[in-house]
């Protein structure tokens, strides 16, 4: 197993055009497996700034190299850290008065007596495992009375977390007012007015906080950044190139007279589950001197326990051991608090992270804080409690010249328990069979070799897939949307024995198993492996087929992330989710060349089409998946999406020998369309509304008539939108309708597919891929975005780039 990580080794060479040039992205994906293990790059360098979390959290890694006594970082950078003035709840357990019920006016004096308020401890709120005092009126008033005992500090920053509108006033007056809300801790700087109020001794926060819905939180405290020093010994390295494909992210350095060639390599095989589901990624390190000579070489990595909290304040326990000829670092919060959590910003605090390598006399490890001086610097500690430690490993690559040697470093998550469904805790699909994750780092290390060449045939194949079908720069949108899209799911199985693929709603609302997050996102999988479909869509008809749900469409979701007990969405989204379901149910029948799962779902799929009939050609006013758009009643796309999805049933029950059923929805769904077509049309394109002449929309909805090849709307309704939405582009792509300049780019590229000829499907792929490469959002690439600045509008790392290989399933279909 040795000779995997240590022999020389000659790097593979890249057969494909898209490593020709460095890769450009908003973020670079480095860790990738799930919504919780999941860490970037978001600087074009990997050594400008921290990795992060995809939420934006710190995650840190740190790598450096060692060569002939001169050190430098290719890796990552030290963290902005946080010295408390006056900690917040989540440092400490601190008690404060409040109120429900409207006080006085003078309640946020100083003088004001809150004797009969009632005592609580923050953060307060409704947030499950996060708020120590339940909060879940409309409205709550605190009062924080605490003691400075000197007013020395520089630059105070008030912490403050609210959710949602807040007003905050210090010793009677205001200094803080904001709508919306909060859902993670906020860094306000403090103006010399605000700071000349804080007295020494006596103080009081005095805070109003109005929940308009959905979540609750209220925290409040006092900070001083806490910047980090750079030392001056360290230089940085110099990075020459950084590439991406489908598993792989790739950066070339220069350190001195020694080159570094640095993979990470996180295998989602999406057609080899156990692969895929097992959370182990490789950290290739392959030097190589670029002067001819021997240089005294050592390889550093450095991995925050961050990785495993929440917030950095939790107290975590570490330890170092071997197991099966495998060196282990081990960390996890002293608290474990598994499944206790739920939302939207959150990261995972239970569970174990990993770092593990083969055991050897090269290569040390161990538990430090994280404010080590000097990295190469081997500490014996092999147990350590504290906040905020570094797992650190130390390899030393002996004597490098003309031959490049190679070390490999795993990183490693185990969730325990990684879903709770309908009350039951699921262990991860790997952990199914009892195997345990040094069993799974065993396997990893033993096959890494293998691994790789698997991970090189999907990245050939999700390459050459795309640039057949859109060219490409379209094959470099489905590379970077191919990790993003399948570790922002988790892969369980169900006490029923089925495959359940959830995805959560990252920044969006932290829904989890969202109906119209797996709509967009249905294309990689339909194309690549269509049981991880059927995983998406399992749980939405257990939820109606056990009686659960009761409605006669499906559900919006099955909770908040990642509790998946049921629909926790404040309002349903009737034909929306009934079309969506009704649609990928037909593709994963087209895609498997056989209706089995239709008709395992047949009785079911009656109901909702008996709805779409009665309610899916005029929409009531109500939700689409472009929630955020707000209500719209009698909408043209819902409209074709509730037409579309008849039509697929249509087609099925045509297969099924079910005659009479058949007979009976073509001539309804003929009907629609003859309608939808006579009442929509608005001149030289087909408007947003039935009732609201002069506007406009995106029709990507109808790209599944064209996909599946139903063809119950003639092609003229394509062209003339595909050449009016031509004359609405903007730089960074086209408006998702004419309400806003806004865009959804999955909904884009779906759009993209209705077009008859290369040069207009060119013409929207390109601002797509201008708005990927040029965007000023460093985040995992957002699919809510401005198109005339570029920018992000919300939404980030989220599963529904999927939907990006949409022309790539139309070549999948076409003759099928």
């Known amino acids: 197993m040795k000779k995997i990580f240590l022999v020389a080794l000659i790097l593979s060479q890249v057969a494909y055009s898209s490593f020709s040039q460095n890769t450009q992205a908003p973020a670079f994906p480095l860790i990738t497996h799930d919504p919780y293990f999941s860490i970037w790059s978001t600087s074009d360098k990997l050594n400008d700034s921290p990795t992060k979390h995809w939420s934006g959290t710190d995650h840190s890694l740190m790598g450096m190299l060692k060569v002939d006594g001169t050190i430098y970082r290719f890796m990552g950078a030290k963290s902005i850290g946080y010295k408390n003035i006056l900690p917040a709840g989540d440092d400490i357990n601190y008690s404060a008065k409040y109120t429900e019920t409207e006080p006085a006016n003078d309640w946020k004096n100083e003088g004001f007596d809150d004797a009969n308020w009632q005592n609580g401890v923050a953060p307060f709120g409704n947030r499950d495992g996060v708020s120590k005092t339940l909060w879940k009126s409309k409205n709550i008033w605190m009062r924080r009375t605490f003691t400075l005992d000197n007013l020395n500090f520089k630059e105070p920053l008030l912490k403050l977390q609210h959710d949602d509108n807040v007003k905050v006033y210090l ?146 326990s570490a330890q170092k051991y071997t197991n099966n000829n495998l060196s282990i670092l081990k960390a996890g919060t002293s608290e474990q608090p598994i499944l206790k959590k739920k939302g939207d910003d959150l990261r995972i605090d239970w569970g174990y992270m990993y770092v593990a390598t083969p055991t050897s006399a090269n290569v040390k490890q161990s538990i430090s804080t994280n404010d080590i001086q000097n990295p ?66 065993t396997l990893a290390a033993k096959d890494y070799s293998t691994i790789v060449k698997k991970c090189e045939v999907i990245n050939q194949t999700i390459y050459d897939d795309a640039l057949k079908a859109g060219g490409e720069k379209y094959a470099k949108l489905c590379e970077l949307a191919y990790r993003q899209s399948i570790s922002a799911h988790k892969l369980v199985k169900s006490p029923q024995g089925e495959i359940l693929f959830l995805s959560k709603e990252n920044f969006s609302n932290g829904s989890i198993n969202t109906v119209d997050v797996t709509y967009p996102s249905a294309p990689l999988f339909l194309i690549y492996n269509p049981d991880l479909m059927k995983g998406m869509l399992n749980g939405i008809f257990y939820y109606s087929e056990s009686g659960k749900w009761a409605k006669p469409f499906p559900a919006h979701d ?98 099924l020998g079910e005659t009479a059923t058949y007979q009976k929805y073509d ?62 582009q903007n730089e960074f792509g086209l408006p998702l309708d004419s309400r806003a300049t806004y865009t959804k780019s999955d909904w884009v590229i779906w759009t993209s597919v209705l077009a008859n000829n290369p040069q207009d499907f060119e013409a929207f792929i390109n601002p797509m891929y201008t708005y990927a490469t040029q965007t000023s959002s460093r985040v995992p690439i957002s699919d809510w975005h401005e198109t005339k600045t570029g920018k992000m509008v919300g939404f980030q790392a989220r599963s529904v780039v999927g939907g990006y290989f949409m022309k790539v399933l139309e070549q999948k279909f076409k003759h099928k």
């Open 171 to 316: 010793n009677g007056d205001l200094i803080y007012d904001a709508g919306c809300c909060a859902g993670k801790y906020l860094y306000l700087p403090l103006s010399n007015e605000v700071k000349s109020k804080l007295k020494k001794g006596k103080n009081v926060f005095a805070i109003h906080v109005i929940n308009t819905g959905g979540e609750a939180l209220l925290d409040v405290g006092i900070v001083e950044k806490n910047i980090p020093t750079t030392d001056a010994k360290i230089q940085l390295a110099e990075q020459k190139s950084v590439k991406l494909n489908a598993t792989q992210t790739l950066y070339e350095f220069a350190c001195g007279k020694v080159n570094l060639s640095l993979t990470f390599t996180s295998p989602l095989l999406i057609n080899d589950l156990d692969i895929m589901a097992r959370p182990v990624s490789y950290i290739s390190a392959k030097v190589k001197a670029n002067d001819g000579a021997l240089h005294d070489v050592q390889l550093y990595l450095g991995a925050s326990t961050d990785i495993a909290t929440n917030h950095d304040s939790q107290p975590i």
């Open 376 to 441: 190469f610097q081997s500490i014996s500690k092999d147990v350590l409690l504290g906040k905020r430690l570094t797992l650190n490993t130390i390899a030393d690559m002996g004597k490098v010249g003309n031959t490049s040697k190679e070390q490999v470093i795993m990183l490693a998550y185990d969730d325990l328990y990684a879903i709770q469904y309908f009350g039951k805790n699921l262990l991860p699909w790997w952990k199914e069979n009892g195997s345990t994750i040094e069993q799974q780092l």
């Open 558 to 655: 099955l909770g908040t992330y990642p509790l998946a007990n049921g629909q926790t969405y404040g309002e349903d989204m009737p034909v929306e989710e009934c079309g969506n379901m009704m649609i990928l149910a037909a593709a994963i029948c087209k895609a498997e060349g056989n209706n089995e799962y239709a008709k395992k779902h047949w009785k079911t799929m009656n109901i909702w089409a008996d709805f779409l009939a009665k309610d899916g050609f005029d929409p009531a006013n109500q939700l689409c998946t472009d929630d955020f758009a707000g209500h719209l009643a009698r909408n043209i796309n819902l409209s074709a999406k509730a037409i579309v999805a008849l039509e697929t049933y249509t087609q099925l029950a045509k297969e």
């Open 667 to 728: 001539a309804i769904t003929k009907g629609f369309v003859t309608k939808w077509i006579e009442m929509a049309k608005d001149g030289d394109h087909y408007a947003l509304t039935f009732d609201k002449k002069g506007t406009w929309s995106q029709k990507y909805n109808l790209v599944w008539d064209k996909v599946m090849n139903l063809h119950y709307f003639p092609k003229e309704v394509f062209e003339t939108e595909v050449k009016y939405y031509l004359t609405k």
